[in-house]
């Protein structure tokens, strides 16, 4: 049966790859998911553009593990060679815009679901959720199923790891800071230029430390990644409007990032955009992953932001790819990566949940 599900897998993800799903127009993809699930007769429900189902005898009285990956893409970068739209495969790999981020750990998941669907007296609920709006961070995504669901215990988020367990990932804080100044003619004396003044200030920024880091994650990382100021050439400014991407590590909660910054970065303003993309973690003691650890997975923590963000319950990111291949051009997977991912995830929850 699991080197059906394997081929069958193979199928879907290529029919994924050739099917536009951008964040937000993920319905085309929805239904060949729904197909899949109608051809296993597995009972399932779709919600927007998320397509959801828990396992033939979900069990009120017993915890709930999730399993979870995104079927939403970016849009394809400029560099590409080859048609991001067509599923090639070449010398092992799979090419596809989506086949790494995250087609190849979403229909994994799905193949581990319909292998464990029918099976009683599991240990754990088995809820699966192929989630839309991941790479947006969009309302009608993971988040917005948590009120539908059943009640979730435990996670594992498929995203591309190598097969080795995130088991922390960094949170995410973007802020829109302002410096001001004096606006003016530029052919006037002004000694409080909002450009110049911005210097300092970006240096402090370059400069600045959080004091708590974390054994999984390290430091907190703080970027500036946008400046803008000025309209035209004989114009001082008012102001320098800055963005500052701070990915927060497990020793503080995105509350207290922002109370930090506002408190202490010399700006006139400092604006958190949102504080819901907390970081996540599971404790190393828990059955997943020590499961794992069994089977010979690394540990580590993770530095991109997933679907995890959107959970309060402990959370394992895991899945076959490679995060450095994701948003690249001519994106790919190996064929063998899904192959091993399938029958890694089937027996680690063979460890777990049977």
């Known amino acids: 049966m699991i080197q059906q599900l394997t081929n069958e897998a193979l199928e879907l993800l290529k029919k994924l790859i050739e099917t536009q799903s951008f964040s937000s127009e993920e319905d085309q993809t929805a239904m060949h998911i729904e197909n ?48 991001p739209f067509k599923a090639i495969v070449e010398d092992g790999k799979l090419y596809g815009l989506g086949s790494n981020d995250a087609g190849g750990c979403l229909v994994s998941l799905i193949a581990t679901f319909t292998y464990f669907y029918n099976q009683k007296n599991l240990k754990y609920n088995l809820v699966i959720v192929a989630s839309a709006e991941e790479e947006s961070s969009g309302p009608n995504g993971l988040n917005s ?59 402090w920024f370059k400069d600045f430390k959080f004091k708590k880091g974390s054994e999984a994650l390290g430091d907190v990382k703080l970027t500036v990644t946008q400046i803008n100021a000025g309209s035209q050439h004989n114009v001082v400014p008012a102001d320098v409007k800055l963005v500052i991407d701070v990915r927060v590590n497990d020793a503080y909660t995105n509350s207290e990032i922002a109370e930090i910054l506002q408190k202490e970065a010399p700006c006139t303003s400092m604006t958190p955009r949102s504080l819901r993309l907390n970081s996540s973690s599971i404790p190393v003691n828990h059955d997943l992953v020590k499961a794992g650890i069994a089977m010979g997975r690394s540990t580590y923590g993770s530095p991109t932001l997933s679907d995890q963000a959107a959970l309060s319950c402990p959370s394992l990111k895991l899945g076959p790819g490679d995060s450095t291949r994701s948003h690249s051009a001519d994106e790919f997977i190996y064929i063998n990566e899904i192959e091993e991912g399938i029958k890694i995830y089937i027996e680690l929850l063979n460890r777990v949940i049977v």
């Open 145 to 203: 199923m948590l009120a539908v669901i059943p009640k979730v215990d435990v996670a594992i988020v498929g995203e591309p790891t190598l097969m080795n367990l995130a088991v922390a990932e960094k949170g995410l804080v973007v802020f829109d800071a302002v410096v001001e100044g004096t606006p003016s003619h530029a052919a006037h004396p002004n000694d409080n230029n909002a450009i110049y003044n911005s210097i300092e200030i970006l240096k």
């Open 36 to 83: 899949w699930f109608k051809n296993y007769k597995i009972d399932y429900k779709r919600t927007k553009n998320n397509v959801w189902a828990t396992n033939k005898f979900f069990d009120k009285s017993k915890p709930t593990l999730l399993l979870n990956s995104h079927h939403d893409t970016v849009k394809p970068n400029s560099a590409y060679t080859k048609d």
